[in-house]
């Protein structure tokens, strides 16, 4: 299995790559840098003459819920509105202002502003005229520009309003995704036109089909030629059409091309094979636009006989949830983050995820593409009726149908995405009103893009449940595994598969994707862990469902990997039921009878049965001070057939495991400090180990880094990791020997923020300043605009100071 940092390593040249081949006849400019923010109403801010020289200079994306306050004070509040559904994370209204210097010819052209998020109720302005509002916080939109722009400085202007309570986790506050500025000429590629789809995709041949329009803006009829190209992932050309027509003034053109691809590079999550399709628009032979679309050759079909297929070959999901958060960047989509995440649960072992309840960012489905990952892409946690009240139901029955258009528009070229999903646990699923928005949603979705299947996470029983699969493709069910026997006795045909499950069900989950061909995968809730929902994996609901964790619970702490970007066991064990070979074993230790590794655990009394995502309180940990000479569980999990466990070398007895033990061997082991080690076998022979080492006191911090290289653009990031350490170089673990970390950026860079995993350390992220969470602490470095270089101090206390060099080059 390759590294994360091999996974990463593909992305940081990627934009170097893709800036060589910008076009000078048609330009796209990033407008990431140079925003001016406020919090709170203004008057007359959207004035170009405003005074805004007080504000404070950002960068985008950008997320206000997490800057401290004025005086230093931590973002996080017992007082703030959404409570325990936004992690104690504050909303409101904040300004943001940016001034745009263009020259006269720039302004002849078409300008198209492009906004990817803005969470949410955003108001643009251009100049004092207000152009557009967006009410989604989840989708991309754009502002036309022509002929309002002026030669020289104009401005613009964004407000917006997170009114609270919005969402059930943590949203965000502000411009959380990027901002770009597309400048066209008067022939040009209608840029959300582009459509590829590849019907045929077999070892010997593959059909690619593009769908496109152009535009005229001229007051005459122009003949112009369209020139595309075909780019195998070598860089060769491997088909090549031209098509000439003459467009009417002020008009627009639709252009149908197939190409063939002889032995094409499949796309698949084991292949990840990627294409471009490379357009050119010419008028007299002069190009005058010129757009790239990366997709993949590549089938995908779904039935209750076969299971899922992509390319004809049978696909497993091995799947996980995760909200849009970025920790200690906030809900702030910076490309690295979110690629990051999808790098970390592809080395964990997954093969698919879901982006709940909301459309992924393109720098998720582009690091899906990158990296094999299959994706549900979802739009909307509430339709007519609301969960919170001030979530999206408030402007769904004006809104779904542009929000549902930005989601399969920007997302339909990328071949991870798997399956279009219309909604999740929608309070009014399966009633008639439920089933017939479902239809309209689903019938337009299949208007845009009828390739994929529609899904929808149903969270009800029959036959409320059946009524809304019924206008589906695919059946997506929320903790309803229990359905999936008697819904196929009922419905043969149909496709199911698990939207989300607990991570304390894992392995009877998986059985059913193992023994039963209509279920096609399991997505855990979660993959990653995030901000809001605080404590559901720790104390989770109150009996009535009303309560979560108190203040300062912030995280939800149940992702399988956390934050940080650290496995927690839980992950260890289901890609030990994938039978990924990753870790092929591994051994964890039960939390002493007695201890607590968290308080708060059995906050709220429960009467079975009740939605339980906690996750085994095991740990990766042979540093139990004050056990000496009691007995401990320790837990084996492993994929090969026969264990053994050793203490200090001695043999604690060997095991069998197997589908029958549910891949796990339970030991009771007396504790004495050491190494304890489990060894795995296969027939007979040593295949594997895991060791765990007793700690001394901490003396050392390992400090690492997951790139040495930024770009200066403002947007790239590297992630330090500190693990603190004992004397022989032992990770320390026990809480009691954690140690206050401080990271110090100098240079060509800045320190974005600052976390440690720990779900209930409401201290501040952007300080620099963290007391480590199990011996960890994560910061994240955001380049500058300036090429240098970059100096990275961490001091721990007790600790040598430590320091890394990383280095600023020019675009």
């Known amino acids: 299995m390759p590294t994360l940092a091999k996974f990463l390593s593909r992305f940081w040249l990627t934009p170097l790559l893709c800036a060589t081949a910008v076009p000078a006849y048609a330009a796209t400019r990033s407008l990431s840098e140079d925003w001016l923010f406020t919090r709170g109403e203004v008057k007359g801010a959207e004035a170009s003459a405003f005074g805004d020289s007080g504000w404070l200079p950002v960068a985008v994306p950008h997320d206000w819920a997490v800057m401290d306050g004025p005086n230093g004070a931590p973002p996080f509040t017992p007082q703030a509105v959404g409570g325990q559904d936004s992690g104690y994370l504050p909303g409101g209204i904040g300004w943001y202002r940016r001034h745009l210097r263009l020259d006269s010819a720039e302004v002849q052209k078409l300008v198209r502003l492009n906004f990817e998020a803005v969470y949410m109720d955003a108001d643009i302005w251009l100049n004092g005229e207000l152009l557009a509002e967006h009410h989604f916080g989840y989708t991309a939109f754009t502002v036309d520009l022509t002929g309002k722009l002026k030669a020289g400085d104009n401005v613009i202007a964004v407000r917006v309003h997170h009114a609270d309570p919005s969402s059930r986790w943590y949203g965000g506050s502000g411009i959380i995704r990027p901002v770009s500025l597309d400048i066209l000429d008067c022939v040009h590629l209608q840029p959300d036109s582009i459509f590829v789809t590849t019907p045929v995709a077999t070892e010997a041949s593959g059909t690619v089909t593009v769908r496109a329009a152009t535009g005229n803006c001229a007051g005459r009829a122009q003949p112009m030629e369209l020139v595309t190209q075909i780019v195998a992932p070598n860089g060769d050309v491997v088909a090549q059409t031209s098509d000439v027509r003459t467009v009417a003034g002020k008009g627009n053109a639709d252009w149908n091309q197939s190409f063939t691809v002889p032995r094409p590079a499949l796309w698949s999550p084991d292949a990840p094979n990627l294409y471009t399709l490379v357009q050119q628009v010419r008028v007299q032979g002069a190009v005058t636009d010129e757009r790239r679309t990366r997709f993949g050759i590549r089938t995908i079909s779904a039935d209750a006989v076969n299971g899922l297929r992509v390319n004809g070959k049978p696909v497993r999901l091995r799947g996980g949830n995760f909200h849009h958060d970025n920790y200690m960047l906030g809900a702030a989509g910076f490309p690295d983050?979110?690629?990051?995440?999808?790098?970390?649960?592809?080395?964990?072992?997954?093969?698919?995820?879901?982006?709940?309840?909301?459309?992924?960012?393109?720098?998720?489905?582009?690091?899906?593409?990158?990296?094999?990952?299959?994706?549900?892409?979802?739009?909307?946690?509430?339709?007519?009726?609301?969960?919170?009240?001030?979530?999206?139901?408030?402007?769904?029955?004006?809104?779904?149908?542009?929000?549902?258009?930005?989601?399969?528009?920007?997302?339909?070229?990328?071949?991870?995405?798997?399956?279009?999903?219309?909604?999740?646990?929608?309070?009014?699923?399966?009633?008639?009103?439920?089933?017939?928005?479902?239809?309209?949603?689903?019938?337009?979705?299949?208007?845009?893009?009828?390739?994929?299947?529609?899904?929808?996470?149903?969270?009800?029983?029959?036959?409320?449940?059946?009524?809304?699969?019924?206008?589906?493709?695919?059946?997506?069910?929320?903790?309803?595994?229990?359905?999936?026997?008697?819904?196929?006795?009922?419905?043969?045909?149909?496709?199911?598969?698990?939207?989300?499950?607990?991570?304390?069900?894992?392995?009877?989950?998986?059985?059913?994707?193992?023994?039963?061909?209509?279920?096609?995968?399991?997505?855990?809730?979660?993959?990653?862990?995030?901000?809001?929902?605080?404590?559901?994996?720790?104390?989770?609901?109150?009996?009535?469902?009303?309560?979560?964790?108190?203040?300062?619970?912030?995280?939800?702490y149940c992702g399988e990997i956390d934050v940080t970007g650290r496995k927690r066991p839980a992950a260890y064990y289901r890609q030990i039921l994938w039978k990924t070979g990753i870790d092929p074993v591994v051994a964890f230790v039960r939390q002493p009878k007695g201890t607590e590794d968290l308080p708060d655990r059995h906050y709220y009394p429960i009467t079975p049965p009740h939605l339980d995502w906690s996750h085994p309180d095991v740990h990766p940990s042979w540093t139990w001070r004050g056990q000496e000479g009691k007995s401990l569980e320790v837990e084996v999990y492993s994929e090969l057939p026969e264990v053994e466990l050793f203490l200090n070398n001695k043999s604690l007895g060997r095991k069998m495991v197997s589908v029958d033990t549910e891949y796990k061997a339970l030991f009771n082991v007396t504790y004495a400090p050491g190494r304890l080690t489990a060894v795995g076998y296969r027939a007979g022979r040593e295949a594997a180990r895991w060791e765990l080492r007793t700690a001394g006191a901490p003396t050392s911090a390992k400090v690492s880094v997951d790139r040495q290289r930024l770009t200066a653009n403002g947007q790239d990031l590297a992630y330090v990791a500190v693990q603190l350490a004992d004397a022989d170089g032992t990770p320390i673990y026990a809480q009691a020997d954690d140690r206050r970390v401080t990271v110090r950026v100098t240079g060509a860079a800045n320190l974005a923020g600052i976390g440690n995993g720990d779900p209930r350390d409401a201290s501040s992220l952007q300080s620099g300043t963290r007391t480590s969470f199990h011996g960890r602490v994560v910061a994240v470095i955001r380049a500058g605009t300036q090429a240098g270089p970059v100096k990275v101090e961490v001091a721990v206390d007790g600790v040598p100071v430590q320091e890394l060099r990383l280095d600023t080059v020019s675009r």
């Open 337 to 556: 983050a979110d690629m990051r995440k999808v790098a970390l649960m592809k080395a964990a072992g997954y093969n698919a995820l879901r982006s709940s309840h909301n459309p992924a960012s393109q720098a998720t489905l582009d690091a899906a593409d990158e990296l094999g990952m299959l994706v549900i892409d979802e739009s909307f946690d509430a339709w007519n009726k609301s969960k919170r009240d001030m979530d999206y139901a408030r402007f769904f029955k004006t809104d779904w149908q542009q929000d549902i258009d930005s989601m399969v528009i920007s997302g339909r070229n990328h071949p991870s995405v798997l399956f279009w999903s219309i909604g999740n646990e929608i309070p009014e699923q399966g009633s008639p009103l439920g089933v017939d928005t479902g239809r309209k949603l689903a019938e337009r979705v299949r208007l845009l893009d009828p390739t994929r299947p529609v899904t929808q996470a149903v969270s009800t029983d029959a036959p409320a449940s059946d009524a809304q699969f019924a206008v589906l493709d695919i059946a997506g069910y929320n903790y309803r595994a229990n359905m999936f026997e008697d819904d196929h006795k009922k419905f043969p045909e149909r496709v199911m598969y698990t939207s989300e499950s607990l991570p304390l069900d894992a392995f009877s989950y998986w059985r059913k994707v193992e023994t039963m061909p209509w279920v096609i995968g399991d997505f855990v809730w979660t993959a990653v862990d995030y901000i809001g929902e605080s404590g559901i994996g720790w104390m989770g609901y109150s009996q009535d469902w009303q309560k979560l964790g108190p203040y300062p619970w912030h995280l939800a």
